[in-house]
């Protein structure tokens, strides 16, 4: 990466900033030129196919360097030469966000929405907070809901990947989605989703119902990527709620919230263990929240929504853990007297 000036499995310290800034090399570079490319797209199909997956979706980065529209087309070329054997469905990405001053950025993401199965947004890369001289967050939000409703594309929407409680990037977007309205679909099927929401496990319980009837209230599902999840820098001075960095998902599914499971990213030049298997992910996702009822795990993994029996399992789960917690800490807390 960025011209063999940095070696990627020494440098996975870096920030999600830095990385952001570093892709722009990698734009540059042998990994987008057409072959190198192309080569990549069918080894990773391979594995899919081989995993027996039926139905990917996928960002594909179109930015105002390089890449431009040109990346899409040969994913979008890529997705119809194996229609046969896989469905493939392309998002428009950006990780660079979006600055006023910079008006061919959004022209041709607009281009390239057309052109795409669905949106993806990384909203945090337009938070003036981090980078003064873009269109912030909320700005970035309510231009991918207009997108997405003039459209009529689902869009996948990047929030609160820290782990840490001072972040509220999905509690922002629910704020958005209730001023400028529901995204809708005629199918009455879910078009906005989250990506990642790992922070809120850190809230006080207050605090998640209140967001967890949000997310209901707005119509927004969930897409966990459990390895990702787990390999997100954890702040360790931070006095949070014990929990795993993975979200709630069963207390969610449990109230409601459509689940659906991904891998983020496939060779990701920060955290490049990941995986295009989910059977791998369910594996991770069932550790991580100490559940193993291989019925719901795989609908979660085929995005198919639960039955009230099935929504009733995780309820009782949920409460024979809690009783279960309730007795190792009184236990601890006499122990501690």
């Known amino acids: 990466v960025d011209s063999g000036r940095l070696q990627v499995l ?3 310290h870096i920030s999600l900033q830095k990385k952001h800034a570093l892709i722009a090399t990698v734009h540059d570079g042998p990994a987008y030129h057409d072959d190198n490319l192309k080569h990549r797209l069918n080894l990773v199909t391979e594995e899919l196919i081989g995993a027996g997956t039926r139905l990917a979706d996928t960002m594909v980065d179109v930015c105002a360097d390089r890449t431009g529209l040109h990346v899409l087309d040969i994913v979008n070329q890529h997705a119809h030469d194996v229609s046969g054997k896989i469905t493939i469905r392309t998002a428009a990405y950006t990780p660079f966000g979006f600055k006023d001053s910079e008006p061919d950025r959004w022209e041709i993401f607009e281009k390239a929405v057309k052109q795409s199965d669905f949106i993806g947004s990384l909203p945090e890369a337009d938070d003036t907070v981090d980078y003064p001289d873009q269109i912030g ?7 991918m809901l207009d997108l997405a409703r003039r459209e009529q594309k689902m869009v996948h929407i990047h929030t609160d990947q820290r782990n840490e409680p001072s972040e509220d990037g999905t509690e922002r977007l629910i704020s958005i989605v209730k001023k400028e309205g529901v995204l809708k679909s005629g199918e009455n ?11 809120p496990s850190t809230y006080e319980e207050d605090r998640f119902k209140q967001l967890v009837d949000g ?5 927004i599902g969930i897409i966990c990527c459990p390895s990702a999840a787990l390999g997100m820098r954890q702040l360790r001075h931070n006095l949070t709620p014990t929990y ?7 207390e969610l599914a449990a109230a409601g919230v459509p689940v659906r499971l991904g891998s983020d990213n496939i060779a990701d030049m920060c955290s ?3 995986t295009p298997d989910l059977t791998d992910e369910i594996f991770i996702l069932s550790a991580a929240l100490r559940f193993y009822d291989v019925r719901i795990l795989a609908k979660f993994a085929c995005g198919q929504p639960l039955t009230t029996d099935e929504r009733e399992i995780l309820s009782q789960h949920l409460c024979y853990n809690d009783e ?6 009184l236990r601890a807390k006499n122990i501690s007297h």
């Open 10 to 12: 020494e440098n996975s």
């Open 137 to 143: 967050f909320e700005e970035h939000c309510v231009r």
């Open 189 to 199: 099927e879910n078009m906005l989703w989250v990506v990642h929401m790992i922070s």
């Open 215 to 219: 997310l209901l209230e707005t119509r």
């Open 244 to 250: 795993n960095s993975i979200p709630r998902l069963l």
């Open 272 to 274: 490049p263990s990941t």
């Open 324 to 329: 279960e917690m309730k007795k190792k800490l």
